[in-house]
């Protein structure tokens, strides 16, 4: 009942909503979109216990004073007043949407704007050029990034543009390609395993 | 300057998370938990308000549900949030394995769907795309052929059933060149949007918050 139950389950789900894509009748597009509809409902409380998780984890530190513990009260205070605000305004209401523009926005923009300088650090350390493989990488990046700043089409009197324009255009469609055509297959075999209960990971242990 | 206590408290976070560049600091680690439970709290609004309402409470509170109607329908509609309900069981230590129905649903109908459409999507239409009539009629034919040769050296680098050597390891050695001009270009667009996005930010605190620039 422990675990066989949930593969049968998983077996029963899988092989119908993989069966219906080939089989083109009106009852088996409802069935799927009717599946579809329980992902989004069960989401809802997947959602629902995660947000309970995060608040046990840092109530527990709250509670037992632990270590940067009053950051923890400004995580609990901004999701229980976004939430309140939330849902007492609506989702495009005046406050809902000030907290959003004044701080999740700004936030998220300066935390990606953040990785601009450790992505220039990575570079450095990935792209010294030791081997052939790696001076392509660097070539490639340079002459992507160049050729789409203004300065890069001045100093190379526009042919870091078309480099970049061809480099994008064709090797990388290529491999592009490729590494898709790698993920899909790898999708589906991994699907295969947990379809048929090979692949038992998302049970956890006993 | 601004006088808007929106851009303040923007500008405030902005330098906040900034201030990471120096070292790890409180007022980092301040923005970082109101982030959290601004996002957390902003998804659970959304999924609530734009998901959960119109597809669970709005066809319930009307007794009809317009995908299966009849009493049918209703219970088709409760019984995933019955199932939902068992997640909880995971704060239990008794009663934890019960989480397992729920989340074997989930894995159930997500890989169910995910086998045609990764099969399609990734596989079928990518070698629809890759495998064209080429007449040599024009550059963009020449292009096409690179990008059919390019893609089929890029999946022997991925094979490894077989030895990469002679002429299987020369197509190989191109594969990984492909593969290396790719990954160059994708980091090279990532850089670049990072940039921008700082440049952004830097605007934001001249422009918006001091009045520096015009």
Same mark, same amino acid.
């Given at each position: 009942?422990?675990?066989?139950?949930?593969?049968?389950?998983?077996?029963?789900?899988?092989?119908?909503?993989?069966?219906?894509?080939?089989?083109?009748?009106?009852?088996?597009?409802?069935?799927?979109?009717?599946?579809?509809?329980?992902?989004?409902?069960?989401?809802?409380?997947?959602?629902?216990?995660?947000?309970?998780?995060?608040?046990?984890?840092?109530?527990?530190?709250?509670?037992?004073?632990?270590?940067?513990?009053?950051?923890?009260?400004?995580?609990?205070?901004?999701?229980?007043?976004?939430?309140?605000?939330?849902?007492?305004?609506?989702?495009?209401?005046?406050?809902?949407?000030?907290?959003?523009?004044? /701080?999740?926005? !700004?936030?998220? *923009?300066?935390?990606? @704007?953040?990785?601009?300088?450790?992505?220039?650090? +990575? =570079?450095?350390? &990935?792209?010294?050029?030791?081997?052939?493989?790696?001076?392509?990488?660097?070539?490639?990046?340079?002459?992507?990034?160049?050729?789409?700043?203004?300065?890069?089409?001045?100093?190379?009197?526009?042919?870091?543009?078309?480099?970049?324009?061809?480099? /994008?255009?064709? !090797?990388?469609? *290529?491999?592009?390609? @490729?590494?898709?055509?790698?993920?899909?297959?790898? +999708? =589906?075999?991994? &699907?295969?395993?947990?379809?048929?209960?090979?692949?038992?990971?998302?049970?956890?242990?006993? | 300057?601004?006088?808007?206590?929106?851009?303040?408290?923007?500008?405030?976070?902005?330098?906040?998370?900034?201030?990471?560049?120096?070292?790890?600091?409180?007022?980092?680690?301040?923005?970082?938990?109101?982030?959290?439970?601004?996002?957390?709290?902003?998804?659970?609004?959304?999924?609530?308000?734009?998901?959960?309402?119109?597809?669970?409470?709005?066809?319930?509170?009307?007794?009809?549900?317009?995908?299966?109607?009849?009493?049918?329908?209703?219970?088709?509609?409760?019984?995933?949030?019955?199932?939902?309900?068992?997640?909880?069981?995971?704060?239990?230590?008794?009663?934890?394995?019960?989480?397992?129905?729920?989340?074997?649903?989930?894995?159930?109908?997500?890989?169910?769907?995910?086998?045609?459409?990764?099969?399609?999507?990734?596989?079928?239409?990518?070698?629809?795309?890759?495998?064209?009539?080429?007449?040599?009629?024009?550059?963009?034919?020449?292009?096409?052929?690179?990008?059919?040769?390019?893609?089929?050296?890029?999946?022997?680098?991925?094979?490894?059933?077989?030895?990469?050597?002679?002429?299987?390891?020369?197509?190989?050695?191109?594969?990984?060149?492909?593969?290396?001009?790719?990954?160059?270009?994708?980091?090279?667009?990532?850089?670049?949007?990072?940039?921008?996005?700082?440049?952004?930010?830097?605007?934001?605190?001249?422009?918006?918050?001091?009045?520096?620039?015009?």
């Amino acid at each position: 009942m422990k675990r066989q139950l949930p593969i049968a389950i998983t077996f029963v789900c899988a092989f119908i909503l993989t069966l219906q894509y080939f089989i083109p009748h009106r009852s088996f597009e409802i069935m799927y979109e009717v599946s579809n509809i329980w992902l989004q409902i069960i989401g809802i409380f997947a959602l629902s216990m995660g947000i309970l998780s995060i608040i046990l984890v840092h109530y527990d530190k709250i509670k037992f004073k632990k270590e940067n513990w009053g950051f923890s009260v400004v995580l609990l205070a901004s999701l229980f007043g976004m939430t309140t605000v939330g849902l007492i305004d609506t989702e495009s209401g005046p406050v809902f949407v000030w907290l959003y523009n004044n /701080i999740l926005a !700004p936030i998220s *923009a300066t935390l990606f @704007a953040l990785l601009a300088f450790f992505i220039a650090s +990575a =570079a450095y350390r &990935a792209f010294r050029a030791r081997t052939v493989i790696a001076t392509i990488l660097l070539l490639a990046s340079i002459i992507v990034m160049m050729g789409r700043v203004p300065i890069g089409s001045i100093i190379s009197f526009g042919v870091f543009p078309k480099l970049a324009d061809i480099l /994008i255009n064709y !090797p990388n469609v *290529a491999a592009k390609r @490729a590494i898709f055509m790698g993920v899909g297959m790898g +999708a =589906a075999a991994t &699907a295969l395993k947990v379809m048929l209960g090979i692949e038992r990971s998302y049970m956890g242990s006993d | 300057m601004s006088f808007d206590p929106g851009v303040w408290l923007a500008a405030f976070l902005t330098l906040c998370i900034f201030s990471f560049l120096y070292k790890d600091n409180p007022f980092y680690k301040f923005a970082e938990h109101l982030s959290v439970g601004i996002s957390a709290g902003y998804g659970l609004v959304i999924y609530i308000r734009v998901t959960f309402i119109p597809i669970f409470i709005d066809p319930l509170s009307r007794g009809q549900w317009h995908m299966v109607p009849g009493t049918l329908g209703i219970f088709l509609l409760i019984f995933p949030a019955l199932i939902g309900i068992l997640l909880f069981s995971r704060f239990s230590r008794k009663w934890a394995y019960i989480a397992r129905y729920p989340i074997a649903v989930i894995w159930g109908i997500g890989t169910g769907a995910a086998i045609p459409l990764a099969l399609q999507n990734f596989i079928v239409r990518q070698l629809q795309a890759t495998i064209v009539p080429i007449t040599f009629s024009s550059w963009q034919d020449l292009g096409s052929l690179f990008i059919a040769v390019g893609v089929a050296c890029g999946l022997i680098y991925f094979f490894f059933s077989k030895e990469h050597k002679g002429v299987f390891g020369g197509m190989a050695t191109a594969g990984i060149w492909i593969l290396m001009i790719g990954f160059g270009s994708t980091f090279g667009f990532t850089v670049m949007a990072r940039v921008s996005l700082l440049i952004g930010r830097v605007i934001f605190l001249m422009k918006d918050w001091l009045g520096i620039i015009g």
